[in-house]
């Protein structure tokens, strides 16, 4: 990759936007590129182990466990880092978040630049993540030198990311690594807390706002299903649907509907894509059914659709 550039790429959670981690002008442009808040710091990608030390002043064993069971894939890491690691990359923090996709273009991507890439999602901030390359186009076309096309991602949402720094371990974002595939390979794994008001976030990215579609988005539990899409329905005059197990009403006002039979794991897959489907159709308000089962992939989608939906 060239230095000063930034290219867009598939990775297997969603699209990505890279720059060499060790060149702060083409850092800066990401910034730039996605109107990120400066105090956010972004994942370092690495396709080999060997890059590792590079990045990561020290490596936990329990760190090991997880990274020999879950890499690559969608899981992301958290180290002290060492010197190498620029502070624009992570925002002045002295740890750094590493992954490893397993996505073959993006390992091919990083294994070509040499170095390990630094990489957000690849969307305007706040906005929900790319899961297509028709939406990294919609998003940053024109902003990054280039777009490498890999079809639509296969999880459709960003990587677990787990602090290693700390004792226990800390969960700060859920993904398709669920917390009980974590807490099968190390013994205890904590769960980050919503930031308090004023107490500092444990991960910046935390604080800020995310994953909103131009519609706005109301979550309803199956018991507040019927009277609350009634309410919406009356007061909206292009209404989306997403539900787990609740039926919708025939209504002209229902100019988007999928039902998703109660695979949890197929609407996290598709979340992002239906967000921008819904976008397309015009729909103002879009309704999605919460999960009131807890447990696996549900995590991050619940955590997903209460952000947007804040
Ligand atoms: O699946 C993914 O993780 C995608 C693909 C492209 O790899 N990337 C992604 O990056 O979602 P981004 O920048 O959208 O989200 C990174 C998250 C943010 O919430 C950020 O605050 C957090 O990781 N993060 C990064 N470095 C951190 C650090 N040193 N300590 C705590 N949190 C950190
Ligand atoms: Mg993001």
Redesign the pocket.
Same mark, same amino acid.
Request: proline share 13%; net charge positive; aromatic share 4%.
């Given at each position: 990759m060239k230095r000063g550039g930034i290219v867009a790429?598939p *990775?297997?959670?969603?699209?990505? $936007? /890279?720059a060499r981690y060790d060149d702060e002008k083409a850092v800066a442009k990401i910034f730039r590129a996605k109107g990120?808040p400066e105090d956010?710091?972004?994942?370092v990608?690495i396709s080999n182990i060997r890059q590792l030390p590079l990045l990561a002043r020290e490596i936990p064993v329990a760190a090991e466990k997880l990274i020999k069971r879950f890499w690559p894939g969608?899981l992301?890491l958290?180290f002290k880092?060492t010197d190498w690691v620029p502070p624009r990359v *992570?925002?002045g923090?002295?740890? $750094? /978040?590493v992954?490893m996709?397993s996505h073959p273009v993006?390992r091919k991507l990083i294994s070509a630049a040499g170095v390990p890439l630094a990489?957000?999602?690849?969307?305007r901030s706040g906005r929900p993540?790319s899961t297509r390359f028709e939406h990294v186009k919609k998003e940053l076309g024109g902003r990054v030198d280039m777009i490498l096309d890999g079809g639509k991602s296969r999880?459709g949402?960003?990587?677990t990311?787990v602090?290693c720094t700390v004792e226990p371990f800390r969960l700060?974002?859920p993904?398709f690594v669920t917390l009980e595939n974590l807490r099968s390979a190390v013994r205890s794994v904590a769960v980050a807390k919503k930031a308090g008001k004023d107490s500092r976030?444990?991960?910046?990215?935390?604080k800020?706002a995310?994953y909103r579609p131009a519609c706005r988005i109301h979550l309803l539990s199956p018991k507040s299903w019927r009277a609350g899409l009634g309410r919406i329905l009356s007061k909206n005059k292009k209404v989306g649907v997403i539900s787990l197990t609740q039926k919708s009403p025939r209504d002209p006002k229902i100019v988007f509907s999928h039902h998703f039979r109660n695979n949890a794991h197929r609407l996290a897959n598709k979340l992002y894509d239906l967000f921008f489907k819904a976008e397309e159709k015009g729909v103002k308000a879009l309704v999605v059914e919460s999960s009131l089962e807890k447990g696996g992939v549900r995590l991050a989608l619940m955590d997903r659709l209460r952000r947007a939906s804040a």
């Open positions: 790429f *990775t297997e959670t969603v699209y990505g $936007v /890279a990120r956010n710091p972004l994942i990608h969608p992301t958290i880092k *992570t925002a923090l002295p740890t $750094v /978040a992954r996709p993006a990489a957000p999602s690849a969307n993540s999880h949402l960003e990587s990311v602090d700060l974002r993904g976030p444990r991960s910046p990215g935390m800020h995310h």
